[in-house]
């Protein structure tokens, strides 16, 4: 916002008025066979928003009341385009690019915290836990590729924002409302972005272009907040604009479709919940089977988290070279029992023996993130070189450096060298006890 805070009564009868008045516009043009587009509808609320502006400065004059001024009166306009067409008064917060993390516990405990670490205090969302609940509706209405439901039977909602932005909220289950959102500061980096940051140095720039390149499977763990979203987005760079993409993912969160010059030929899939009669759900896993009919190059699971591990693993087993999916882990060499209590979890039951061999023949590498003390970094590269009964046999590549960052490790096997090689990869750069 870029005035100070309108008055919240006039901001709730400006946008009452417009709202109906708009839903009377778009009705009409329905009715001419029409539809009235976002753009339109907001240039529209605008126009009208100045017109209900205009009415009360004469019914301030006639009440021999103070006029707003032309700050109060933007003031008003943003806010009630902001209820109207954005996330209402979470906006401002929204807008502003030093924060990361948004959370608050009720309408008016909220706080919020910088890339610098510095958490602080922020004004109301909303002026009362009813309005905050009937805010985050809307949100959940208007965003997304489905609506999603937040009522006392459906008390969590999870949504991708505008911006790409992720909001949990959860009501119902707790005293107040409550909401989390997450700011997603790099929507859009490369490998070279992930070298200037600290995440990875310069061989590992090498090698995992490469890997891309060499259409390799690729698993990134990590625990919470590691980065894994913005590394898989990142490693994403590293492929030809030419290749049919795939995304799936239970919210919304990759956007790669978002840039159509990196990736034109890019399909996101977004799961759904069932609707309050309790049809309509959509599941990950169904998701992953539907996008093999679509003729992915790639396919990529934003994070395997429940039964869609089993037909991941047989999409990476069916000739869709170069997939990739993110899970969540406490280190690399944990990953592969993860996927095997996954896989016993689904409705399929695959014993640990069938999901070992499934996963080890599917997966080439496993990336590990960590946040060390100077910020998120790839700290361990697993190549996986077979299976022994339960137990997947990988060899360490990278390990963790005395600073966690990863230094060369084992030996890069002849056959993984050369197709690296043959991708781009510098072999110089895996040397032992490489200083950074």
Same mark, same amino acid.
């Given at each position: 916002m870029t005035a100070g805070a309108p008055d919240p009564g006039l901001v709730d009868a400006v946008r009452a008025a417009v709202a109906?008045?708009?839903?009377? %516009?778009?009705? %009409?043009?329905?009715?001419?066979?029409? !539809?009235? &587009?976002?753009?339109?509808?907001? *240039?529209?609320?605008?126009?009208? #928003?100045?017109?209900?502006?205009?009415?009360? *400065?004469?019914?301030?004059?006639?009440?021999?009341? /103070?006029?707003?001024? &032309?700050?109060?009166?933007?003031?008003?306009?943003?806010?009630? #385009?902001?209820?109207?067409?954005?996330?209402? %008064?979470?906006? /401002?917060?929204?807008?502003? &690019? %030093?924060?990361?993390?948004?959370?608050?516990?009720?309408?008016? !405990?909220?706080?919020? &915290?910088?890339?610098?670490?510095?958490?602080?205090e922020a004004p109301p969302i909303a002026g009362s836990d009813a309005e905050m609940i009937e805010m985050l509706r809307d949100i959940g209405r208007r965003h997304g590729l489905s609506e999603r439901e937040f009522n006392p039977a459906q008390p969590e909602l999870n949504v991708q924002l505008p911006d790409g932005s992720r909001l949990f909220a959860v009501a119902w289950v707790c005293a107040r409302p409550c909401l989390a959102i997450r700011r997603h500061r790099y929507l859009r980096l490369t490998l070279a972005d992930l070298e200037r940051l600290g995440t990875i140095d310069a061989g590992l720039r090498s090698f995992l272009a490469a890997a891309i390149r060499a259409r390799l499977q690729i698993v990134i763990s990590g625990g919470t907040d590691t980065g894994k979203t913005t590394f898989l987005r990142a490693l994403s760079t590293a492929m030809s604009p030419s290749e049919r993409i795939v995304t799936i993912e239970s919210e919304l969160e990759l956007g790669l479709d978002r840039y159509p010059d990196l990736h034109p030929d890019c399909i996101a899939f977004e799961a759904r919940e069932a609707n309050v009669e309790g049809t309509g759900e959509v599941e990950a896993a169904r998701l992953v089977r539907m996008s093999l009919r679509m003729r992915p190059d790639r396919v990529i699971v934003g994070e395997c988290r429940g039964d869609e591990v089993i037909p991941m693993l047989h999409a990476m087993n069916q000739g869709n070279a170069g997939s990739l999916c993110t899970i969540h882990a406490d280190s690399s060499a944990t990953v592969f029992n993860k996927l095997v209590t996954y896989a016993m979890q689904a409705p399929q039951r695959m014993d640990p023996d069938t999901t070992t061999r499934l996963a080890a023949d599917a997966i080439d590498l496993l990336i590990h993130l960590v946040k060390a003390p100077g910020g998120r970094v790839v700290t361990s590269i697993r190549h996986v070189a077979g299976y022994d009964g339960q137990r997947v046999l990988t060899n360490e590549l990278f390990r963790p450096g005395p600073d966690l960052r990863a230094v060369a490790g084992s030996p890069i096997p002849a056959d993984l060298l050369t197709r690296l090689v043959d991708a781009g990869y510098d072999p110089s750069f895996h040397l032992p006890k490489r200083e950074w």
């Open positions: 109906d008045e708009l839903a009377a %516009r778009a009705h %009409r043009y329905q009715q001419d066979g029409h !539809r009235l &587009e976002e753009d339109d509808q907001r *240039a529209l609320a605008v126009q009208l #928003i100045g017109d209900h502006l205009e009415r009360h *400065a004469r019914s301030c004059l006639a009440a021999h009341q /103070p006029l707003l001024g &032309e700050i109060e009166e933007t003031a008003v306009t943003e806010a009630v #385009i902001d209820v109207m067409f954005e996330a209402g %008064r979470l906006q /401002p917060l929204l807008e502003d &690019e %030093r924060l990361t993390n948004i959370t608050a516990n009720g309408c008016d !405990r909220v706080f919020v &915290e910088t890339a610098d670490g510095d958490k602080f």
